[in-house]
C-alpha cells in the first residue's frame, strides 16, 4: 500500500485536510453542535444525549481535541469540553478563504 506524500503539499494544505478528516464523522459533527447549542462546558451527558457508547464518544472527543477544535477541563472524576473559540475561529477562516475560491465550471464537461 503507497503512502501519502504530505511533504508535496503546503502546511495550510495539509493542516485543512487533517481537519477536515476529524470533522468528516457524523458523531463528531453531533458533538460540536450538542456543544454549541449548550452555550456552555458539558460534562458526561453525550451518551445520553448521542445514544453512543462511552468509549466511542471518548473516541470521537479524543480527535476533536487533538485538532484542538475542542478543549477539556477536569472536574473531580468528570471531563467537562468546549469550543476552543479561538481554534474555531482560524478553522472557520481556512474554510471561508478554501470556499471564497471563484468556480467557473460553466466551460467545463
Known amino acids: 500500500m503507497g503512502l501519502t506524500k504530505t511533504?508535496?503539499?503546503?502546511d495550510k494544505q495539509n493542516h485543512l485536510a487533517s481537519v477536515l478528516k476529524a470533522l468528516a464523522h457524523p458523531a463528531?459533527?453531533?458533538i460540536l453542535q450538542h456543544i454549541i447549542k449548550q452555550n456552555a462546558c458539558i460534562c458526561n451527558?453525550?451518551?445520553?444525549?448521542?445514544g453512543l457508547a462511552q468509549a466511542t464518544i471518548s473516541q470521537h472527543l479524543k480527535e476533536l481535541k487533538n485538532i484542538g477544535i475542542i478543549k477539556g477541563n477536569i472536574e473531580g472524576t468528570s471531563v467537562c469540553y468546549c469550543i476552543d473559540e479561538?481554534?474555531?475561529l482560524k478553522i472557520k477562516s481556512q474554510l471561508n478563504t478554501f470556499f471564497v475560491e471563484q468556480v467557473n465550471a460553466s466551460d467545463c464537461c
Open 7 to 10: 511533504d508535496m503539499f503546503t
Open 28 to 30: 463528531r459533527i453531533a
Open 45 to 50: 451527558d453525550l451518551v445520553d444525549e448521542l
Open 86 to 88: 479561538k481554534v474555531w
